[in-house]
């Protein structure tokens, strides 16, 4: 399989907010000779992300990148990022302009944002990223677009034509198969959430990691995190919770809700609230059952929680065994 960017694979980690891809996870992926995301905190704290980043320095030697939400305070973070010269910025959610993309260049750093649609990956393009992330409303998580993947990535693919600039798929993708069909639209890699949060190495809350193995179905909804994250619609598990609340009237949100749970993410200690946007982490206490759990359409292909470098080898060894058997012969047959 070919890499991209100068990586071993085109296999993406996403950066998995709020801290559920840490260090180790990142680590595991970039030694496997994936490209490891690191998220950034929704907050500025230059000298914790430089910690971050350094962290995930002793663990590993290869490059690997850090995500930022741009929709949160990120100027300071930004200029952390530059100066400690990861190799990738993967941006989501904002502007990515040409100030910005220019700065990330100069320092030497490449810039992959995800989009949701054709007019945010002409604008990306246009600025002159390095590569394009193209989120379908299959994925887990915060949903920026409306199209699902199968009619969303070809078009991006088309707009982009000659320039090397690889697209990168995103949505529902957790084995070979979902690998080669983004292959075959045209797309160079694949970056997958859901698959990542269901590791060893991932510091999502075993409870969690457990669900994304029980459950099969998942729903695109804006119950969690209204008021934090006013229009941001989000893909999470068919949970009895969520079952129960799926219709919450639309003045409802999770300001003023009861404290469910607590927290520490990124070293600062928050009250989970109900209706609130977090994910439960390692160091989560209180009703995990009725927090936001977000996960991905194909979630029902996740049989175990296995260690990511292992993801990263078997999407590798599937898409190339399916290659050879259903392309390969395909002249022949
Ligand atoms: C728990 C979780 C957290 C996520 N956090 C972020 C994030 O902080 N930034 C981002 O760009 N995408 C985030 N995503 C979305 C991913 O970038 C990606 O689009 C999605 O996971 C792909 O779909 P999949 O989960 O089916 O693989 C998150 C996804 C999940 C499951």
């Not at 729903?219 to 619609?233: I, K, L, N, S």
């Not at 991905?296 to 399916?322: D, F, R």
């Amino acid at each position: 399989m070919k890499g991209i960017l100068g990586f071993e694979y085109g296999i993406v980690q996403a950066p998995l907010g709020p801290d559920i891809s840490g260090p180790e996870l990142v680590a595991a992926v970039a030694n496997a000779g994936g490209i490891g995301l690191l998220r950034c905190p929704d907050w500025e704290c230059p000298d914790y992300l430089r910690e971050l980043i350094r962290k995930t320095k002793t663990l590993t030697e290869k490059p690997f990148g850090i995500g930022v939400v741009l929709a949160f305070p990120h100027d300071l973070n930004i200029k952390t990022i530059l100066e400690e010269k990861v190799a990738v910025l993967q941006l989501y959610w904002g502007d990515c302009s040409q100030e910005l993309v220019d700065d990330a260049h100069f320092a030497g750093v490449k810039v992959i944002p995800q989009v949701g649609n054709v007019e945010e990956a002409r604008k990306a393009v246009a600025v002159g990223v390095d590569a394009i992330i193209v989120q379908g409303r299959e994925a887990g998580g915060h949903v920026i677009g409306k199209d699902g993947l199968f009619s969303l990535l070809p078009r991006v693919v088309d707009l982009v034509g000659e320039r090397d600039i690889p697209v990168i798929a995103a949505g529902g993708i957790v084995d070979g198969r979902g690998y080669v069909a983004a292959l075959s639209l045209g797309a160079q890699g694949v970056c997958l959430g859901t698959r990542f949060v269901a590791t060893h190495e991932s510091y999502a809350h075993p409870i969690y990691k457990r669900k994304l193995i029980e459950y099969e179905k998942t729903e695109y909804t804006d119950v969690f995190g209204r008021a934090r994250w006013p229009g941001a619609p989000q893909r999470v598990l068919e949970t009895p919770f969520f079952d129960d609340w799926r219709s919450l009237p639309a003045h409802e949100n999770e300001v003023n809700q009861p404290i469910i749970g607590r927290s520490t993410i990124h070293g600062v200690e928050k009250e989970i609230r109900r209706f609130s946007g977090t994910v439960p982490n390692m160091t989560t206490t209180g009703d995990l059952e009725s927090m936001a759990m977000y996960a991905g359409q194909s979630v029902g292909l996740i049989k175990e929680i296995l260690p990511a470098g292992e993801v990263v080898k078997s999407l590798v060894e599937e898409a190339q065994a399916l290659i050879l058997q259903k392309f390969n012969n395909a002249t022949t047959t």
